[in-house]
């Protein structure tokens, strides 16, 4: 029954991308539905790509001076409403705890939808002079947000990320910071998932609520929509007013801080899901992939020399990469389905005639390439292969990214692109929230980064007023 | 202004524990109170701590073949209230959503105090064969309990742990899981934390709601209390009938799984400080320490010979234990007291007289003994020292337990040696709920653990009956 299920098939990604994406989800056991409306539960496959997510983001926030840190889950009503802005944008979508050991609460306690009003309000106390900045603090949590439709990864009411909150003397080093942790998400975007991004400015309509300045990164999914995968903001000085952050600069004088906050969230999967995935599941890139080899043993009736062999080529390879011997009693056949379906990126096949030829097949998930190598060189041989998968996948979504971004500068062409939702529309714009509304209003999309200044004399690809900037406009998730 | 604040004298650890260890969870800054009633931060110093002691079990998890996962903080009511016996013990305790997305909602969400119902109800879904056993889950969250007096780690509403959840064919192997979880916990306290413990069955009134059977290490404290700093759970089939838990086993047959569940939170964090630490503040076990060396120069005016050895030296260093280097303006003397009230191991200070010399000042945070050693040596005696602290703090540790512990089988003496408070006291024990509610009206002490049966013939040392085993008492945090 087990066998039957997992054979069944998939619908072709080409096909229905959102049926197949929540086919991937659940049948490569990352996640699973639970009774709580809107949340999921991540399983051990799941948590382990995220675990490794995690790993490589940690370990470049730490080399970039930060440190890991922990906050209240419940946040105050009275400490949330303290930024204006911040509490319009995030009330609708808050949840509130109003009864606790039996009793109702004098004040509501809302589950952090983010955490600037907590933990400015613990920056409040631990900063007073010049000496205690830059504060460079992170946190890996969980949220709550109340979103009405939801799916695994890219929307969900609780979800995992980590929150940077900084404070800085000056708005020079606030703005190198909200830079450098941009880069920092487009790199491991990039160069780790294989996912390749724009990166820029929101607009002013897009940004986070209280903020003076949003970046992102943004990936473009199969269905030509754009998936916001990383946001960094710059606040000015809004919250270190809103939460008294203030210290003592080296002229003596009390001047409030410069903050900002970055976050990630485990919507980054999502977004490698559909990046990377094909028609038989999913396929991850070799860095973050909990298992990079899973090695299949065909056995015959009678012989006796294919576990043994199978066994020391997993002990050999431990040492090297990240590797599983599947002895389950299923099939070879049921065994390579599956460790297709969760997209190991490299199988290694074993049978009694690959051991009397001292040989192993190893069969690659991107591009299902089979090659036969031999069985002293596996442990050189695995990890360069990994890396041609990796800069395969790199390069193939590169490509894709590419030929679904065109350029439009005027508007019969625009509106035609963007009613084609195929991809990013790069234009000239004029910047201003109506035109962006009134584009919306026609073609659903809005931009989704700000390039940067538009060429002189160039005029808005849809309004015809004075462009002052060059946007990507794209429908997103 | 800051110098003076550190300065300042904290409690003798002797003469007010209480208000000694919350000043040492202050000054260490591993912690700050809130304006949440009963919840903490976790500063990065503190952060850093938890991290190492989780990556300390959590290796250990791993080891044995569990798997980590995420599943969801809000549970519904309907859901919690499956077990009787475990709701009846978490009700009191729940912080209640009853407002989402700007509505009432129609069933109130707990928080999860624990996941036995979330995850117990996943796990229905999850396994239907013998061969899909078995599952070993473990989750790294935060939970929240509705306490009334709250202490940075030993008690806060909001805590930070690890629960593991498992699911066996059978009876035996869910009691062996249960006593390997123990075990890791025992060995992790012991061996990587330097603190000793006492591991054993929990008696009836002390046990989980809903669970068989509980057992427990608990460390001693140096006011007499005990601190319990781990449990592990046997619930026989008590939960997967309540979450209808059940597979197919070998012989076709429908049957139940028996489940466990084990813990372990940052209050062992609390365990730890008031073990090893003393008058000037913390003292961290080695493994576990954010930083295991502090380099603190000792400027002169017009040296130039100090920074640039200082620097060889962190470097030098930083290839085998975590180092800092204290270039800060602050005075040589103010450093020794800051990185003494924060813990670090070992200080090594380093002026023109020892670079003359070509040598470095030594001095063990847990002893306060100085040694000079050849610079070209450190790296091979440091690593050394940190092992003879961590060998030397679990020998003094052990004998205070071990000092602290006495046996008593007559009432009379029974009686005398609860009242003096003065830490465990062995007794032969008839094992009956009313004669443990008795003795803790007259004394304040429960039982900690259950350590074995008693000897043939022997009677409660408290009622007179017959005794069954040998238990520990103590008061307890």
Redesign the interface.
């Known amino acids: 029954?087990?066998e039957k299920k997992q054979v069944k098939s998939i619908p072709r990604k080409g096909d229905d991308l959102s049926e197949w994406y929540t086919q991937v989800c659940l049948r490569a056991q990352l996640v699973?539905y639970?009774?709580?409306r809107g949340?999921?539960?991540?399983?051990?496959y799941?948590?382990?790509l995220?675990?490794l997510i995690q790993a490589e983001f940690d370990k470049r926030f730490k080399a970039t001076g930060h440190?890991?840190?922990?906050?209240?889950?419940?946040?105050?009503e009275s400490?949330l409403i303290k930024e204006a802005e911040h509490v319009e944008g995030f009330?609708?979508?808050?949840?509130?705890?109003?009864?606790?050991?039996?009793e109702e609460l004098t004040e509501?306690?809302a589950?952090r939808p983010t955490s600037e009003a907590?933990i400015g309000?613990?920056y409040s106390?631990?900063i007073?002079?010049h000496?205690d900045l830059p504060v460079l603090?992170n946190q890996w949590?969980?949220v709550?947000r109340?979103e009405?439709a939801t799916r695994p990864f890219l929307r969900t009411?609780?979800f995992?990320w980590q929150e940077g909150h900084t404070v800085h003397a000056s708005e020079a080093e606030a703005a190198e910071e909200v830079q450098r942790m941009l880069e920092i998400y487009r790199e491991v975007a990039e160069d780790v998932l294989a996912m390749p991004v724009i990166k820029g400015r929101k607009s002013e309509n897009e940004r986070f609520a209280g903020a003076v300045a949003t970046y992102a990164i943004e990936a473009l999914m199969p269905d030509g929509k754009a998936l916001q995968a990383g946001t960094s903001h710059e606040f000015g000085q809004n919250f270190s007013k809103a939460y008294d952050i203030k210290f003592t600069d080296v002229d003596e004088q009390v001047k409030f801080g410069y903050t900002t906050s970055w976050g990630v969230s485990w919507r980054i999967i999502g977004g490698l899901i559909m990046t990377h995935g094909d028609d038989r599941g999913l396929v991850l890139p070799p860095a973050v992939a909990p298992y990079q080899v899973a090695i299949v043993p065909i056995m015959k009736t009678g012989d006796e020399t294919v576990m043994p062999a199978a066994v020391q080529l997993r002990n050999t390879l431990a040492s090297v990469v990240r590797v599983t011997l599947d002895d389950?009693?299923q099939s070879p056949g049921w065994k390579f389905s599956e460790w297709e379906m969760r997209g190991v990126p490299l199988r290694v096949e074993i049978g009694p005639r690959d051991v009397a030829q001292n040989v192993v097949t190893v069969v690659r998930r991107d591009t299902l390439e089979k090659s036969t190598i031999p069985f002293d060189d596996v442990a050189a041989r695995v990890p360069a292969l990994l890396e041609e998968i990796r800069a395969s996948l790199a390069a193939r979504a590169r490509k894709e990214l590419d030929a679904h971004t065109v350029v439009a500068t005027d508007r019969a062409a625009f509106v035609e692109a963007l009613k084609r939702q195929d991809g990013f529309v790069l234009a000239p714009w004029c910047e201003r929230s109506e035109c962006e509304l009134d584009i919306k209003a026609e073609t659903s999309a809005v931009t989704r980064v700000i390039a940067g200044p538009a060429d002189p004399g160039q005029v808005c690809a849809y309004c015809g007023k004075p462009a002052k900037v060059k946007a990507y406009f794209a429908r997103s998730y």
């Open positions: 029954m087990q699973d639970t009774p709580v949340c999921i539960a991540l399983r051990p799941g948590f382990a995220w675990e440190h890991n840190a922990y906050f209240p889950l419940l946040i105050p400490l009330a609708p979508e808050v949840a509130w705890v109003t009864q606790g050991g039996g509501r306690l589950i907590i309000t613990m106390r631990w007073q002079s000496r603090i949590c969980n709550v109340w009405k009411l609780e995992l389950r009693e």
